[in-house]
């Protein structure tokens, strides 16, 4: 959806995940993670919408400098539903490709305008471009002529939706989350240095030794509560990548040791994936949206994991990779 908003918005709906809209000065797409069809009434601020989900049949078409005259022809057997947008929209592909947009109609000097990065990214997630042209726009693509249009389709169009599943966390089914190496082995090392202090107060006189080692064990302890409170154990994350000849499914899981929230950056397209609605609720799922910069916020404790689906490469941080080629079935063309 298209929203411009003064000041901080919520956008909320029944079994969605919220969207939190940052106050810009311009309208901004803003991407809605819907969890189920049940949703039918959608509340911005203190403005309510009735909504629904389109019907089988029926296909999204965005339009950027173009009318829609002619491009019924592009889906011969489909319901037409449009909605216009401005060139600047479609800088912000991430927002633009939560599954909604089947088509981007727009000019040839508006496509000429769109940088590489974005077309690929719209390409990846299952959204045609035309461009309403009598010749191939560019050289460096396949163009597919149908009569003054001029198609731009992804090779493989794959689903990638927030729908909850639970097949999508069988890899990771017997995973236990644990600390990282770095904060096992920083444990160790502070464990070792106060033996080897409480040691030395030891060989002091009796009468100050336990004083000291009191002491000592008081100090050390307020330390390493200070400590684990500002460090807590760091995400541990597991990918695993499913090739698609030029598209890329990675699969990413995240647990945590302890209770924190978490809040990732979305570079390219990508979906949290709940097992379920209640799992949804639990881990506070929510989407964050400031300009072009797109986030997914989520609470994790030592029970918990998310499984969050992206088209591309997105981060590598203290990853491990697992087998995912059993899920390779969910997203066969």
Known sequence: MKLGATQQTRIVAPQCVPTIVAASSQPQIVPFLTLSDAAVELKVGTQSFLIRALKPNQRLIGLVDVEPAGIARVFPNHE???VKLERGDLQNAVGMSFDSLDVVVCSADTFMAIDAKTIDMLLDCGVTLAVRSSSPPDRRRTW??????????????LPMNATPRQDVYQPIQSW????????????????SALA??????????????AVSIVSFCLVASLGIWMATRQRRARTWVVTGEIQHQSQKDVFHYFAS???????ESLRVAGYPIPYSLSHAADL???????GERVSVSF????????????????RRDDSEPIDVSALSKLSAP
């Not at 040791?257 to 809040?263: I, L």
């Not at 609470?299 to 997105?314: A, E, H």
């Open 257 to 263: 040791a302890d209770t924190q929230h978490f809040e």
């Open 196 to 209: 080897v202090t409480v040691l030395a107060f030891s060989l002091l006189p009796r009468r100050f030794a």
């Open 144 to 157: 597919e002529t149908l009569e003054d249009f001029q198609l731009l389709r992804a090779m493989h169009p």
């Open 80 to 82: 037409i539903v449009t």
């Open 299 to 314: 609470d994790l404790n030592s029970t918990r994991r998310l499984c969050l689906l992206t088209r591309g490469d997105w």
């Open 176 to 191: 236990r989350p644990q600390r990282s190496a770095g904060a096992r082995l920083l444990m160790v090392l502070i464990g």
């Open 284 to 290: 506070n799922l929510q989407l964050h949206v400031d």
